[in-house]
T-cell receptor
Framework: QQQVKQSPQSLIVQKGGISIINCAYENTAFDYFPWYQQFPGKGPALLIAIRPDVSEKKEGRFTISFNKSAKQFSLHIMDSQPGDSATYFCAASGSGGGADGLTFGKGTHLIIQP | DAGVTQSPTHLIKTRGQHVTLRCSPISGHKSVSWYQQVLGQGPQFIFQYYEKEERGRGNFPDRFSARQFPNYSSELNVNALLLGDSALYLC??????????????FGSGTQLSVL
């Protein structure tokens, strides 16, 4: 059972444009929602994270929008640059028991065209 | 400062064999987690250890086991390897609970191929 559904699977955006990636979750016990960026041959790196008591969080060009009632959250990358070309994963944690195990989406392969 | 280091970087094994993967967390980090990433998929949680105790386990068979040592380094062991165990195995560390605001840092992984 996939608990975090991510879309689109791949995305092509022109340089300077806005990249938008969406995720939906099922487990209402989730209380931590990070986004990770992964380059080929590297492990994922944390970009930005949000908790359900906040509807939006912005760090530089990256913004998370969170809709608790719809159980959805999204990543917006403003002024997208070729260096942003990577695979992006949404994730969630908080199923209880004291563990921090993250449930990841399947990823979005983002290409920023110059 | 060194990040999360994993060894080996690549490994080729045969079905039925066992394998041990190693991880050294960032200095000062007491929590270590293991994830399996199959090509084209997101990482899947295997284990979390904190202060040498297992804190969480994902939906993996008992062929997978792990432990954390007094210096907070960790080993992931997989017995009776199957072709489907071929994947990138990622280790991650944090100083505390990520749900309480600590950041999770991943290593570059060990690429395991089972033939």
């Amino acid at each position: 059972q996939q608990q975090v559904k991510q879309s689109p699977q791949s995305l092509i955006v022109q340089k300077g444009g806005i990249s938008i990636i969406n995720c939906a979750y099922e487990n209402t016990a989730f209380d931590y929602f990070p986004w990770y960026q992964q380059f080929p041959g590297k492990g994922p790196a944390l970009l930005i994270a949000i908790r359900p008591d906040v509807s939006e969080k912005k760090e530089g060009r990256f913004t998370i929008s969170f809709n608790k009632s719809a159980k959805q959250f999204s990543l917006h990358i403003m002024d997208s640059q070729p260096g942003d070309s990577a695979t992006y994963f949404c994730a969630a944690s908080g199923s209880g028991g004291g563990a921090d195990g993250l449930t990841f989406g399947k990823g979005t392969h983002l290409i920023i065209q110059p | 400062d060194a990040g999360v280091t994993q060894s080996p970087t690549h490994l080729i094994k045969t079905r039925g064999q066992h394998v041990t993967l190693r991880c050294s967390p960032i200095s000062g980090h007491k929590s270590v987690s293991w994830y399996q990433q199959v090509l084209g998929q997101g990482p899947q949680f295997i284990f979390q250890y904190y202060e040498k105790e297992e804190r969480g386990r994902g939906n993996f068979p008992d062929r997978f086991s792990a432990r954390q040592f007094p210096n907070y380094s960790s080993e992931l062991n997989v017995n009776a390897l199957l072709l489907g165990d071929s994947a990138l195995y990622l280790c991650a560390s944090s100083s505390g609970s990520i749900r309480l605001g600590e950041k999770l840092f991943f290593g570059s992984g060990t690429q395991l191929s089972v033939l």
